[in-house]
């Protein structure tokens, strides 16, 4: 008999292991991969096949160098993850050295220079597109158009960087809309704008994020205020301006339904470490993000926002948890702020 | 009483929870059997919260079953009773349960097998036979004390502030801790005598409902409890199994929809729980007359093969019960006293059973595997998620980790109820309840370390209060001694006049004081005119009372001018010294010297007579005597003295500022809280303590410094101090005797200006002998 000394509990649950958690939102992007595969060819698949490996090594090396146990490190899968949340963010006809770089920029920069998992004050993955997207904004617009999936081949010789790209590429809704925006004629005439029920192709798109946002939901794996605090918001703030100007503005459906919305809204602002964490600051902090990827979809230079505006808002975490503590048990008010 | 059978009360869903495997069949299927007699009873004397017991009994002593082996000391602690008959074998540490894993004084008590009672009172006509205050009484010298939580003393708990009507009594049968299932077994085969007590406490507590929360696991117990209960009034309320649904301040919500303030008790809002165990406990003893004996202890695990409950005798070692459970000694990885979830782990099998313990867990490796290792929290929120006291887990860690104890009691560490909860669900493994214990300490500490600089405070505002009486009395004697050359008979004073004004004043001065409170709790915004009243009112007060004092001191009788007398007669001895001086001189010359003999005697008679003038002046000079030698030390022009002197000031004052600075934040804090709109005042008012204390603090370190330099130079400071502590120990001493001789004369008014003066002298001693003392260590010497 040995007899240990440990506080209570002396039981913790099952199953609940970070890396489970991690390996969890891995499976639930498989649908969005699917869907993203079928409509621009292999690019998406061969992003994961660079972006994963090239992850771990650049975790493991930097770990090395902090001296810390690699194994047991990697085996929270939150680098898999990033890598495969970045794989996913750029577009499928990436050379292998713009992924590389981004992985880069996430990983180490964005992660472990702020002291690893749980340190990080921005979503590695977003800071690693970000990177990207103002180092190089040709390669990280060049979007195929929908249902023109070059064969495998081809996209091996994008990732080797041999393939003349611009053959095949296309705008995409959010390029379009941004490009004719307030002129009703070039609205009405471009087939990308009118898919099913949103931006042709991109619609299925984030349906599929969507069905993957829902698999999370329900296995508890994320809470439901930053996804729909973020779709809430957008669509919110789309519908006024929408209903007053049409031809200048797009339907909150369509907002709702193209770029990275449902990408981002489950997979990528619900990062929990760069996130607000008390239940009113997570509606609070999804809400603003909705609001900005409108306004800077509708407003700035770029074509989309999930990145920009998730960045932000990690910015503002902190400030947002200061001023959202849940009212605890025996008082009267919830406390506001801290007084120092 | 409002028993609504069919008509089930609404529960009030409290926010998380955790559904943690039951485990509880392992150990419900059995009836509850007795424990064995140990060899050994072993005895902690502190088992309950609160000042631990002392021993009445000596090495050697035969007890019979029953009998008070210790006695309770002060208003929170409670007696030990042998729980068999025997010998006392040692009394002295022994391991027992604490998270300190340190020992403890116990009684040992070697059975003689017996088993033998002693003489037991019986109150079977508890209703009639006496008040509920003699029942009480009789709870307390029984040593019960509360037998599922931390061992508060039930007795207090059953003697409300009058102001605090008790509306529920609640009942906590809700056992929701995974395994334990002493409350269950009890339940269904004593439901009778737990009903007695209930009956008990609502004669007692006279509450309007008496509720008994049973979680839904337990139908067998309920539906036990609900057949003795019929006819009763008491109602038998079924909650969801979730747990910590057993922890007071969630069942108390769940039951009545109330919450317990933040570092409140119950009673503040109407109600009074007590666990089941401890419901038998008071019956057992008011109608057998039974003290606390032995409990009903849950063994269970899996490393047990006759796991069940046992009515096991408080003392029992718990090897003993795990031999009588059938332990597989080399199968249990983890022994753990309580639940799995906040039970403590316990490193000795001889640690006793006490009158809290309610399991003993004996698992297996498998069972309890070791810890995972520690990973990063990300932050998930799962813990937040789970919270009974919707805390934000997350963050207590971040703070309690870096030691932010100010975030991490903003973020209401206290309000932590240790349940585990978060540590259960947490996916990254992070021992979270570990780092909220430890940072509580911390708080703990903190704030002791805070009251003890008020305590310095006070001292120091008292001995600022006896200066200003000083001076105030200084003044009065000076503006009598102009009077009384004036006139050469000073004019009675009329003692009962000037002592009413006094009275009146400080009356006045007090009023204002509270006035000043209210007003700075409340917010309110006038407090610079109430502060400047008080002051006003406090000066006029003390100079009321330095006027009874100074006539106090030269009561009724004609005022002399002792100062001039004493004055007169230091004149005349000099003369006189100075005249055998020179007779001397002469002398060794060989000069005539009748001459000056005669001038020298002359003027020896011209002292004595002053000298006897100035005795005859009376008690007056004695009390100014002392007075003046200790009014001397701080005159001293010795630098390093002036400096300790205003180091010592200095010192208050950092600390009077940074309890203001303290006070004040959490006044800004509570307007914040409360949303009232003098913010930006009582923020301008912190940053001005802040900048107070801050100054204070910078100029006491530097005098500090410096005066760390120069001792290390001369060492010669310690000189001044101890003969400053000699003086006024003596001054104090003297004061004392001066005040027991006034008692003998049953002079009432000179007692009591004599009793405040020693007061003062005394505490000035205690001043002295602390600086003393701060410089002895300050130079590493003992003191000599
Ligand atoms: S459950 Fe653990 S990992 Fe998740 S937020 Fe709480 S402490 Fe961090
Ligand atoms: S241990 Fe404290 S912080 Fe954790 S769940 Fe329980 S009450 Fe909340």
């Known amino acids: 008999m040995s007899l240990i000394t440990v506080t209570s509990p002396h039981t913790t649950g099952q199953r609940n292991h970070t890396g489970a958690f991690m390996r969890q939102v891995i499976y639930a992007t498989i649908p969005g991969v699917a869907v993203l595969t079928w409509l621009f060819g292999w690019g998406t698949l061969f992003n994961l096949i660079i972006a994963v490996p090239a992850a771990l090594i650049a975790e493991a090396a930097v770990l090395k160098a902090r001296g810390r146990d690699v194994r047991f490190a990697l085996s929270d899968w939150s680098a898999v993850l990033t890598a495969v949340l970045l794989a996913i963010a750029i577009p499928p006809t990436s050379p292998w050295w713009l992924i590389v770089i981004g992985i880069v920029a996430a990983i180490v920069v964005a992660k472990q220079l702020y002291g690893g998992l749980g340190m990080n004050p921005f979503n590695p993955a977003m800071v690693g597109y970000v990177v990207l997207l103002i180092s190089f904004p040709l390669e990280m617009t060049r979007w195929i158009a929908p249902h023109e999936a070059p064969s495998w081949f081809d996209s091996f010789r994008m990732v080797l960087a041999s393939a003349n790209v611009d053959a095949i590429t296309g705008a995409t809704p959010l390029d379009s809309l941004r490009t004719w925006a307030g002129n009703a004629e070039q609205l009405a005439s471009q087939p990308i704008l009118h898919g099913s029920f949103a931006g042709a192709g991109w619609e299925w798109v984030n349906l599929a994020f969507l069905l993957g946002g829902i698999y999370l939901l329900a296995r508890k794996i994320i809470s439901w205020h930053i996804p729909v605090g973020m779709l809430a918001g957008m669509a919110l703030i789309a519908l006024p301006f929408w209903l007053a100007d049409d031809v200048r503005y797009a339907s909150p459906l369509f907002h709702l339904f193209s770029g990275a919305a449902m990408f981002g809204a489950f997979f990528i602002a619900t990062d929990p470490v760069s996130a607000a964490t008390s239940r009113y600051g997570r509606l609070i902090y999804g809400a603003l993000i909705g609001v900005l990827v409108w306004v800077i979809r509708s407003n700035g230079g770029y074509p989309d926002a999930v990145a920009f505006a998730v960045l932000l808002m990690n910015m503002a975490a902190p400030t947002i948890d200061y001023y959202t503590q849940p009212r605890s048990y025996g008082h009267r008010k919830a406390k506001r702020g801290a007084s120092r | ?784």
């Open chain 2, 1 to 784: 009483m409002n028993a609504s059978i069919g008509k089930p009360r609404p529960l009030f869903d409290f926010h998380g929870g955790i559904h943690p495997p039951q485990n509880k069949e392992l150990s419900n299927q059995r009836p509850i059997r007795q424990a064995p007699l140990p060899e050994q009873l072993i005895l902690p004397l502190n088992m309950h919260l609160g000042a631990p017991a002392k021993a009445i009994v000596q090495v050697g002593d035969t007890v019979l079953k029953g009998e008070k082996i210790a006695e309770a000391q002060g208003a929170v602690s409670l007696p030990v009773h042998a729980p068999t008959s025997g010998k006392i074998v040692a009394i002295g540490p022994r391991p027992i349960q604490h998270p300190s894993g340190l020992d403890a004084p116990c009684i040992v008590l070697e059975p003689d097998g017996k088993d033998l009672w002693c003489e037991l009172h019986p109150l079977p006509d508890w209703q009639t036979c006496c008040p509920p205050s003699a029942l009480v009484a009789r709870l307390r010298e029984a040593g019960i004390a509360g037998m599922g939580g931390a061992g508060f003393p039930a007795a207090i708990k059953l003697s409300p502030k009058p102001e605090h009507k008790i509306d529920q009594l609640i009942i906590n049968a809700v056992e929701c801790e995974p395994y334990i299932t002493a409350d269950d077994v009890l339940m269904r085969e004593r439901a009778e005598q737990i009903i007695g007590g209930i009956e008990i406490l609502r004669h007692i507590l006279k509450p309007k409902e008496a509720i008994v929360g049973i979680e839904d696991n337990k139908p067998e117990a309920i539906e036990a409890m609900r057949r003795a209960a019929t006819g009763t009034g008491i109602e038998i309320a079924v909650v969801p199994t979730k747990y910590p649904s057993g922890g007071e301040k969630q069942l108390i919500y769940m039951l009545t929809g109330k919450e317990v303030p933040s570092g409140g008790i119950p009673a503040q809002i109407g109600v009074v729980c007590h666990n089941t165990g401890t419901t038998l406990a008071i019956y057992r003893a008011i109608v057998y007359g039974e003290p606390l004996v032995s409990r009903i202890t849950t063994l269970t695990g899996k490393a047990l093969a006759e796991a069940g409950n046992f009515e096991v005798l408080i003392g029992t070692p718990v090897a003993s019960l795990l031999k009588a459970a059938g332990a597989d000694m080399d199968k249990i990885g983890r022994l753990v006293m309580g639940g799995p979830m906040m039970g403590f782990t316990l490193h000795s099998t001889a640690i006793p059973v006490v009158k809290t313990s309610n399991c003993i867990l004996a698992a297996t490796e498998q069972e309890l595997p070791a810890p995972a290792t520690e990973q990063p929290c990300i932050r998930c929120g799962s813990c937040a998620d789970v919270c009974p006291a919707d805390l934000l887990p997350q963050q207590l860690y971040w703070y309690a980790k870096n030691q932010d104890l100010e975030r991490a009691q903003q973020y209401n560490l206290m309000d932590c109820i240790e349940c585990g909860a978060c540590a259960y669900v947490c996916p990254s493994h992070i021992p979270l309840v570990q780092y909220y214990r430890f940072a509580k300490g911390e708080v703990r500490n903190a704030l002791q370390e805070q009251q003890k600089a008020d305590r310095a405070r006070v001292r120091f505002e008292a001995r600022q209060q006896r200066l200003a009486d000083e001076q105030a009395e200084k003044e009065a004697r000076r503006k009598a001694r102009l009077q009384g050359s004036k006139a050469s008979a000073a004019p009675g004073v009329d003692m009962a006049a000037l002592k009413a004004a006094s009275l009146q004043a400080s009356a006045a001065y007090k009023a204002a004081v509270k006035a000043l409170k209210a007003a700075e709790v409340d917010g309110r915004d006038q407090l610079a005119a109430l502060t400047s009243e008080v002051e006003q009112l406090k000066a006029k007060a003390d100079a009321a009372k330095a006027a009874v004092r100074d006539a106090g001191n030269a009561p009724a009788a004609p005022v002399v001018d002792v100062a001039a007398l004493k004055a007169a007669s230091l004149a005349a001895s000099a003369e006189y010294k100075a005249a055998v001086k020179a007779m001397k001189a002469a002398e060794a010359a060989g000069e005539d010297v009748s001459a000056l003999r005669s001038a020298a005697d002359a003027l020896k008679a011209k002292a004595d007579a002053a000298k006897a003038a100035v005795r005859d002046a009376g008690p007056a000079i004695q009390t100014a005597a002392p007075s003046s030698a200790s009014a001397a030390v701080p005159e001293k022009s010795d630098d390093t003295a002036q400096r300790a002197q205003k180091m010592k000031a200095l010192k208050t004052a950092y600390n009077v500022s940074h309890k203001q600075f303290k006070e004040a934040s959490a006044a800004l804090e509570r307007a914040e809280r409360d949303g009232s709109d003098n913010l930006d005042e009582l923020r301008k008012q912190v940053e001005r303590f802040k900048l107070k204390s801050d100054k204070a603090k910078e100029a006491l370190n530097l005098l500090v410094d410096q005066a760390k330099a120069d001792i290390r130079a001369s060492g010669s400071d310690l000189k001044s101090l101890k003969i400053e502590a000699a003086q006024t120990e003596a001054a104090a001493r003297q004061k004392a005797r001066e005040l027991d001789a006034a008692k003998i004369n049953g002079d009432d008014q000179r007692i009591n200006v004599l009793t405040r003066e020693l007061e003062a002298l005394k505490r000035e001693a205690e001043v002295a002998a602390g600086a003393l003392k701060a410089a002895i260590d300050e130079q590493g010497l003992a003191d000599s």
